[in-house]
């Protein structure tokens, strides 16, 4: 008999508008997890509990329509309807990912970038891409330490990832903006910085690389932990090769780029 | 009380698109515009409370700031120091999405006493202006009267409750009224109906001894609306062509759906019975497909028409069996040209650039909120659609083979579920039967809608829960005609009782007839065992959806409705679904005498290849296409745009809907109206053609490959218009033989015509033609891009005379005769060659020659692989068919459309195995692929006549919609 490791929990969390639950939820089975999807209102209800799970994904979509301002009123709902169980589940060092619109509420309900060394809220954005239009493209994203070396990105999500992924981003609101120079200079510092979009040799670059406008082209940050993660392209569209644009011209890898995050996820835990 | 709440971006970052927009409607004074959102919120909120909803919820503390006052407008409403003001707000009554969101959001907040939520729209415009130019701007680019205004004082935002409604039973008087009361009875009341049609209704009556009410009559005017019963399709054709007559009895079953039927093919699952047609995908799934149209609404409201265009074809799919799961979307438009001159429009007729952003930001902001995938489609420009665009939209969806039928079951309740009901789209199933006037706007304005794509994901998330649980026995969607075609057509074999009171609404104030006819958006009826009904309904409530019983399925084969238990509707289903009055009408079609030009051959033909990569047909639709989410759910194997920098043109599209199986789906479309203008059968053919070469492209076959046709045409009460429209479907019904395609569901559209003063103009009857197709294994698809230099380049097919209605005359501004034809079982064959030489690795690249032939089919190749490439024209398999005394040119070569032909990148190491794989096929290999930018073409007489680049050739099809 071989002893079977037990297999993290996955809670993918769903609300109306979210949807990129299912692939979202794939990813992580893939990954070797266990997934299931829940809806805010039964975590809400107490019908499911958040501290049964190890990992939690918020996934892609547009919840509430984006009425008001991406992941808004989502962010806003987990903040003040399941705050205690958040804590909770952060401070049991549980683990975190946001793509595409769930890092849109994990910034805007404050858990990105989140607190930094003194407690302090670092505050921060994703807002309107500076093409003024929602845009599917893929992106060169570099792992943040290749360009500015000395600062190691401490994000448990992207261990080991050292050469450039190439993931699609679809978002009109991905622009990522720190409050002001102090927050940005911590977040580098912190090692809070994880992936910046780059041009395919690797170097930064403006639009179409840049595909929203991004600050420092940043494309994805984690908390200072490094457990709490949120990018805006999506890993989970990138399993496979046949998902990648020029797989017919020879240039996809065995596997996706994205497949490593969620592995890593499912290792962390 | 009133709050008002105001956020603005603090760098007061203006709105590049809407100055641009503003440029291009030739006014230049114009130096900045800044927009800031408006709440508008009522209720008995303290100022502490409003301070906490502004700044918590309402603004991004990073990027905007905020204001509030406790009044709805602003002081300064008027133009202060060269800035105007402009506030736009929706009509009352339009469903403004935003609402429900930020009510929860307050109510997550914990702030209460929230009654209702306005928002509106605040544009600051800066620069030199006149009053004029200013209400141009507003007219033409700020809002859409037909559903927002321009708020002018505090009146603006009506919060006043509409009148309560006091029942009052209407009945119309028609056993007394004579044929003349009886055409006023229908057109006043926007019915649609026919004399005959009436008539038939008065006899009906008459028997029963009483008169009717008038939600029966509306009942009758939806359900024999041309839109839900296609009367005409259906209908009885006394057909006449080239001294020939023939009668159709109903010219679908004698064409499309015979075709289908004497095909037979074992795959096919369901076809012309649910709201989409059923083909087998594997062991375990099937997948659905229907197209739609919603060209009426569009042509009023742009943003509204499409969106709900979209949304009302993802709910066929949704209504189909027990409920599939909508996968991809596919949407093909037709408008006029986005240069069209501001002072040749007609009266209240919005302008074709307009109609086509508002058209792509709605089926845009559907689908992407849907998450469902835009994987293809196309977009055509021709000034005949400028009064009445086209908006086709597909949706895709994939089910549990045992879930793929529906039987509703008597004693079965009838419950609806999704979106509450409000006077939307009142009338909208017999508005679109009719012909577009300068009026339209004004009379029709309920019949348009928004629509809210959450809501629908709502709708479909809890639909497929409750599928899997087994909780109800049939379901349909609400579509035109509202709950009236829906509660009929479920109802149609055993009978239905609807007490209309208990349906959810908006707000209060509706007749019971308005609740009836109601086309508000994103709802669906299900039928549900009385012992399950509570479990379903606990599905719908735990997750925010509205579900509610609101009748009965009967043993009395008779529509009953009835409002706080008085009777108001008793109609004999034999009646409503049988008693349409059986018409003869007249088709005559004769083709028309198109004359070929005769011109010299041109020596250099790389301007006329440049021009035709540019023509708005031709030309890079990339700047629709990244708007459309085209990835989500992960499925995407052939995407839109391809090649080495993701941006060559793609031909069908390939998804691997099960995330860990190969099998895929394969989706094309096939459309080109200026063949219609020579002959519409070979216009159906040609697309028919079209739709099955993007299939083979790409690596699928024709095994398992179905059908959907949709037609748009004119006035088809004309014998020459409806001619047109036999014509075509004689097409589709030889070309499906032939093929050996089926059709699996289809639509159509006619009277897509529009009056100004008193000339009738009408679309060209257009047929869109969609396939689709089971991959077994993706991983043998290709695509169109050049893969590698050195590549031999062939060209499979052969190459006739036939430059009628093709881009090459377009482009000297003429027609022409030689229309390209089809011989289906000929071309069936070298598409199977060809797919079989494909699945064995022996090709590298596949495209289709269409728009453009072998000119613009090779430049694209290049371009999209980052290739220059030289192709002989002498090489080229060609034969005489119009003009079988004529010489064969290299412009006619180049640039003929004939149909079955494709340019194949091969390596030269597999020189012979494909060359042994397509024996017996015409082939020429007409050069090769080239390591350096030069793109060259050599004539018939070894001369060069076209000399190019990559690089040049791709500019050319890249910049005239690159906005």
């Known amino acids: 008999m071989v002893a079977i490791k037990s297999r993290p929990k996955v809670i993918v969390l769903r609300a109306a508008g979210t949807n990129c639950d299912m692939e979202t939820a794939f990813a992580f089975e893939h990954a070797g997890a266990i997934s299931e999807a829940v809806h805010i209102n039964q975590l809400v209800s107490g019908e499911k509990k958040l501290r049964d799970y190890h990992i939690l994904a918020v996934p892609g979509g547009f919840t509430y329509g984006d009425d008001v301002g991406s992941g808004k009123i989502l962010a806003n709902e987990l903040k003040y309807k399941l705050a205690g169980d958040l804590e909770k589940f952060v401070g049991a060092g549980k683990l975190i990912i946001g793509i595409c619109n769930g890092f849109q509420v994990l910034v805007k309900a404050g858990l990105l970038p989140g607190k930094g060394a003194s407690g302090e809220q670092l505050a921060a954005t994703l807002t309107t891409n500076d093409t003024a239009r929602y845009e599917d493209r893929w992106v060169h994203l570099k792992p943040a330490k290749g360009l500015n070396s000395g600062f190691q990105s401490k994000c448990l999500w992207t261990k080991g990832i050292e050469r450039m992924i190439y993931i699609p981003a679809a978002h009109g609101e991905g622009k990522f903006i720190p409050k002001d120079d102090e927050v940005l200079g911590k977040l580098w510092a912190n090692g809070q910085v994880v992936f910046r979009y780059v041009d395919p040799y690797g170097k930064l670059a403006g639009f179409p690389w840049n595909p929203n406008g991004s600050v420092d082209n940043i494309a994805g940050v984690c908390d200072i932990t490094g457990r709490i993660f949120g990018l805006m392209p999506h890993p989970e569209r990138h399993l496979f090769a046949s998902q990648h644009p020029r797989w017919t011209r020879g240039e996809a890898h065995r596997e996706g780029d994205g497949i490593s995050i969620f592995r890593n996820g499912v290792k962390s835990v | ?143 859409n009267k037909v559903i927002q205004h321009v708020v002018t004082g505090p009146d603006s935002y009506s919060f006043k409750n509409p009148p309560q409604y006091h029942f009052k039973l209407i009945t119309v008087d028609l056993p007394g009224s004579s044929d003349k009361d009886l055409e006023n009875i229908s057109k006043k009341g926007q019915l649609f109906l026919s004399l005959a049609e009436m008539r038939k209704i008065r006899e009906y009556f008459v028997i029963l001894g009483r008169k009717p009410t008038d939600v029966e009559l509306e009942t009758l005017a939806q359900t024999w609306s041309e839109h839900c019963g296609h009367k005409t ?139 469902i995938p835009t994987v293809n489609g196309a977009v055509l420009f021709d000034n005949r659609y400028v009064g009445n665009p086209l908006v086709y939209c597909g949706n895709v969806g994939i089910m549990p083979k045992d879930k793929s039928f529906k039987e509703v079951e008597s004693g079965d309740l009838v419950v609806l579920v999704g979106g509450k009901t409000g006077r939307d789209g009142i009338h909208g199933a017999t508005f679109s039967s009719g012909e577009l006037t ?49 509660g009929g057509e479920m109802g149609e074999k055993t009978g239905v009782r609807i007490d209309l009171d208990k349906i959810p609404l908006k707000y209060e104030g509706l007749t019971y007839t308005e609740i009836w006819i109601s086309e508000a958006q994103e709802r669906m009826v299900l039928s549900v065992p009385k012992n399950k009904v509570n479990k379903l309904l606990g599905v719908f409530e735990k997750e925010d959806v509205e579900a509610t019983v609101i009748g009965e399925f009967t043993r009395t084969k008779k529509l009953g409705l009835f409002y706080k238990g008085k009777k108001v509707c008793d109609l004999d289903m034999s009646f409503l679904h049988d008693g349409l009055p059986r018409i003869v009408r007249k088709a005559k079609w004769s083709r028309p005498k198109r004359v070929e030009p005769r011109f010299a051959c041109p020596k250099n033909l790389t301007p006329s290849l440049l021009k035709i990569l540019s023509d708005w047909n031709v030309c890079s639709k990339e700047w629709i296409i990244r708007q459309y989410d085209h990835e989500v759910q992960a499925a995407s194997v052939v995407k839109p745009l391809v090649g080495v920098n993701n941006d060559g043109p793609s031909d069908a599209a390939v998804a691997r809907p099960v995330l860990n199986s190969d099998k895929g789906v394969i ?137 009628g209605g093709s881009y090459y005359y377009k482009t000297r501004g003429v027609l022409g005769n030689s229309v390209p034809t089809v011989d289906a079982k000929r071309s069936r064959t070298l598409m199977e060659r060809l797919s079989r030489a494909i699945k064995s690795g022996l090709v590298n690249a596949c495209h289709d020659c269409s728009e453009g032939g072998i000119g613009v089919a090779a430049a694209e190749m290049a371009f999209a692989g980052g290739f220059g490439a030289e192709i002989k024209l002498e090489k080229v398999p060609f034969k005489a068919k119009y003009d079988t005394r004529g010489k064969r040119r290299d412009d006619l070569i180049l640039f003929s459309e004939s149909n079955t032909r494709f340019i194949v990148g091969v390596s030269p190491e597999k020189q012979k195995g494909f060359e042994k794989a397509m024996k ?44």
């Open chain 2, 1 to 143: 009380m009133l709050w008002r709440v105001e956020v603005c971006d603090k760098d007061h970052g203006f709105d590049s698109g809407v100055k641009r927009d503003i440029e291009d409607l030739g006014i230049k004074g114009v130096e900045s515009v800044e927009v800031a959102q408006v709440y508008i919120i009522k209720g008995g909120i303290s100022r502490s409370g409003i301070k906490r909803i502004a700044g918590e919820l309402l603004t991004d503390p990073v990027t905007q700031a905020y204001s509030f006052r406790s009044s709805p407008i602003t002081d300064r409403n008027a133009r202060v120091r060269k800035r105007a003001v402009v506030e736009v707000t929706y009509n009352a009554g339009v469903m403004d999405p935003v609402e429900e969101s930020v009510k929860k959001g307050i109510l997550d907040l914990g702030v209460k006493g929230v009654e209702s939520v306005k928002t509106a729209k605040k544009y600051i415009i800066g620069g030199n202006m006149s009053t004029g130019q200013l209400k141009t701007i507003s007219e033409k680019l700020l809002f």
């Open chain 2, 233 to 371: 399709f259906r209908g009885m054709i006394d057909y006449e062509s080239a001294g020939k007559r023939r009668l159709y009895n109903n010219l679908l079953k004698e064409t499309i759906m015979k075709a289908t039927a004497e095909l037979n093919k074992p795959w096919c699952v369901s076809v012309f019975k649910d709201n989409s047609g059923v083909i087998r995908f594997d062991g375990k799934y099937n997948i659905c497909f229907k197209a739609e149209t919603h060209n009426h609404p569009s042509a009023i409201e742009p943003y509204g028409g499409a969106n709900t265009g979209l949304g009302g074809v993802i709910r066929d799919p949704l209504g189909t069996g027990l409920g599939a799961k909508p996968i991809l979307n596919t949407d093909v438009f037709c408008f006029g040209e986005p240069d069209y001159e501001f002072n040749r429009l007609p009266k209240g007729v919005l302008h074709p650039k307009r109609v086509m952003k508002g058209v792509v930001a709605g089926v845009r902001d559907y689908g992407n909120k849907m998450g």
């Open chain 2, 438 to 486: 300068s009026e339209s706007e004004q009379v029709s304005a309920q019949a348009v809608q928004i629509g809210n794509p959450i809501e629908e994901k709502k709708v479909a998330d809890c639909i497929l829960k409750a599928r899997d649980l087994n909780l109800y026995d049939a379901i349909t969607d609400c579509g035109g005609g509202g709950l009236s075609s829906a």
């Open chain 2, 667 to 803: 989706i094309s479309n096939g459309i080109n109206p200026r063949y219609g203008d020579i002959d519409p059968y070979w216009m159906a053919a040609s697309n028919i053609d079209e739709a099955l070469r993007q299939i083979i492209a790409v690596g699928g076959d024709l095994k398992e490959v179905a059908l959907l046709d949709n037609f748009c045409w004119g006035d088809t009460d004309q014998p020459s218009q409806l001619g047109g429209l036999v014509r075509a479907a004689q097409g589709c019904y030889d070309m499906s033989k032939g093929f050996q395609a089926p059709f699996i569901s289809g639509k159509d559209s006619l009277h897509n015509e529009y009056i100004v003063g008193k000339k009738r103009v009408s679309i060209p009857g257009t047929v869109l033609i969609s396939a689709i197709s089971v991959a077994d294994d993706v991983k043998k698809c290709i695509t169109m891009d050049f893969k590698e230099a050195g590549d031999l380049i062939y060209v499979v097919g052969m190459t006739y005379d036939e430059l």
């Open chain 2, 920 to 963: 017996g096929a015409a082939l020429g290999l007409i050069g090769g692929v080239l390591d350096d930018k030069y793109f060259a073409v050599y004539g018939l007489g070894g001369g060069i006549v076209v000399r190019t680049d990559h690089k040049e050739l791709k500019e050319a099809w890249q910049a005239p919609l690159r906005w």
